[in-house]
């Protein structure tokens, strides 16, 4: 019976992870100790069904779909406080950045102010020809293109479980 | 970078100009089509894109509607009894679209259009089937 250190050993020899030097002590080991060459072989066996057999996942919508949905999940989930997480502090560099916050939001200020009255309660642009909003707390949205479809996509979330 | 920032917010006018679209309300599924004489297949190359993105294989088409937009005068087009949608003709080839679900604007999205291509507003609805509203530009 070989212990657990020996088994990932065999293991990381098989990986090709161990050195020459720890290498030649693992062959040692598997041509004088039984369990040892068994583990190889049983381990040899299992890597060759999984490389040939491995099960292809195909995703049931275009990439693009499906990860901006993940993208959107984990979103609302960070922006959900649950409690659990500590509070940390703000790092040094965060003081630097409180000015260059309000010169930002000063020019996104000046900007809307400079659109066309039509154009008014606007909030996010982000370029001169695609904007988003979901006013709707209830519902949330995003937006992706497609080119493979020739589509722009807008996902409305209307968070029902 | 503040100059390039300001001037993306300037927004291209240009002269009046009509715009021909097409709006579909279009329920996807992956079961038969059920037993409803309102549902009609949506044309398949409508189709064939939504199956590139989306999981549901099979789509039909629950209402469809041409609107001419001008500029300046936004259309609102009732898709259902609690879907409506409001298009506007921003010039440029541009357009504002509003969803409203039974009344409350859900989604407001503002968009270039192509002729060749679509404009999909859509989610989820209940038994994992979705509702589409797809804005395209009639092939003349």
Same mark, same amino acid.
Not at chain 1, 24 to 49: C, G, K, N, P, T
Not at chain 2, 73 to 89: G, R
Not at chain 2, 98 to 117: D, W
């Given at each position: 019976?070989?212990?657990?250190?020996?088994?990932?050993?065999?293991?990381?020899?098989?990986?090709?992870?161990?050195?020459?030097?720890?290498?030649?002590?693992?062959?040692?080991?598997?041509?004088?100790?039984?369990?040892?060459?068994?583990?190889?072989?049983?381990?040899?066996?299992?890597?060759?069904?999984?490389?040939?057999?491995?099960?292809?996942?195909?995703? !049931?919508?275009? !990439?693009?779909?499906?990860?901006?949905?993940?993208?959107?999940?984990?979103?609302?989930?960070?922006?959900? @406080?649950?409690?659990?997480?500590? @509070?940390?502090?703000? !790092?040094?560099?965060?003081?630097?950045?409180? @000015?260059?916050?309000?010169?930002?939001?000063?020019?996104?200020?000046?900007?809307?102010?400079?659109?066309? !009255?039509?154009?008014?309660?606007?909030?996010?642009?982000?370029?001169?020809?695609?904007?988003?909003?979901?006013?709707?707390?209830?519902?949330?949205?995003?937006?992706?293109?497609?080119?493979?479809?020739?589509?722009?996509?807008?996902?409305?979330?209307?968070?029902?479980? | 970078?503040?100059?390039? *920032?300001?001037?993306?917010?300037?927004?291209?006018?240009?002269?009046?100009?009509?715009?021909?679209?097409?709006?579909?309300?279009?329920?996807?599924?992956?079961?038969?089509?059920?037993?409803?004489?309102?549902?009609?297949?949506?044309?398949?190359?409508?189709?064939?894109?939504?199956?590139? &993105? *989306?999981?549901?294989?099979?789509? *039909?088409?629950?209402?469809?509607?041409?609107?001419?937009?001008?500029?300046?005068?936004?259309?609102?087009?009732?898709?259902?009894?609690?879907?409506?949608?409001?298009?506007?003709?921003?010039?440029?080839?541009?357009?504002? &679209?509003?969803?409203?679900?039974?009344?409350?604007?859900?989604?407001?999205?503002?968009?270039?259009?192509?002729?060749?291509?679509?404009? &999909?507003?859509?989610?989820?609805?209940?038994?994992?089937?979705?509702? *589409? &509203?797809?804005?395209?530009?009639?092939?003349?």
């Amino acid at each position: 019976m070989i212990n657990h250190q020996t088994q990932l050993k065999v293991q990381a020899y098989l990986d090709g992870e161990l050195s020459a030097g720890e290498a030649r002590a693992v062959e040692e080991l598997m041509r004088s100790d039984a369990d040892a060459q068994a583990l190889h072989q049983e381990l040899r066996i299992a890597r060759s069904f999984l490389a040939g057999n491995e099960l292809e996942r195909k995703l !049931p919508e275009s !990439p693009e779909f499906y990860w901006s949905k993940i993208r959107r999940q984990i979103e609302r989930a960070e922006s959900t @406080p649950d409690g659990l997480s500590e @509070p940390t502090a703000p !790092p040094w560099w965060s003081r630097f950045l409180a @000015p260059a916050g309000v010169l930002g939001a000063l020019a996104v200020f000046v900007a809307l102010v400079l659109r066309s !009255p039509q154009d008014g309660g606007t909030f996010l642009a982000l370029d001169d020809s695609h904007e988003i909003e979901t006013p709707l707390e209830e519902t949330s949205s995003f937006s992706f293109r497609s080119e493979a479809a020739a589509m722009t996509v807008v996902w409305v979330d209307s968070h029902r479980e | 970078m503040a100059v390039l *920032f300001f001037a993306s917010q300037v927004p291209v006018q240009s002269g009046p100009a009509d715009l021909s679209l097409q709006a579909q309300l279009v329920w996807g599924t992956n079961k038969e089509k059920p037993d409803d004489p309102k549902l009609k297949e949506v044309d398949p190359s409508v189709a064939e894109k939504l199956r590139k &993105v *989306f999981k549901w294989k099979n789509y *039909f088409e629950v209402n469809k509607q041409n609107v001419t937009v001008t500029v300046g005068s936004p259309k609102k087009v009732k898709m259902s009894d609690h879907c409506e949608i409001e298009v506007q003709n921003l010039g440029s080839a541009s357009i504002e &679209v509003k969803l409203y679900g039974k009344g409350k604007l859900a989604v407001r999205k503002t968009q270039k259009i192509h002729p060749t291509e679509l404009l &999909v507003l859509a989610g989820d609805d209940k038994d994992d089937t979705a509702w *589409f &509203v797809v804005l395209s530009q009639p092939q003349k």
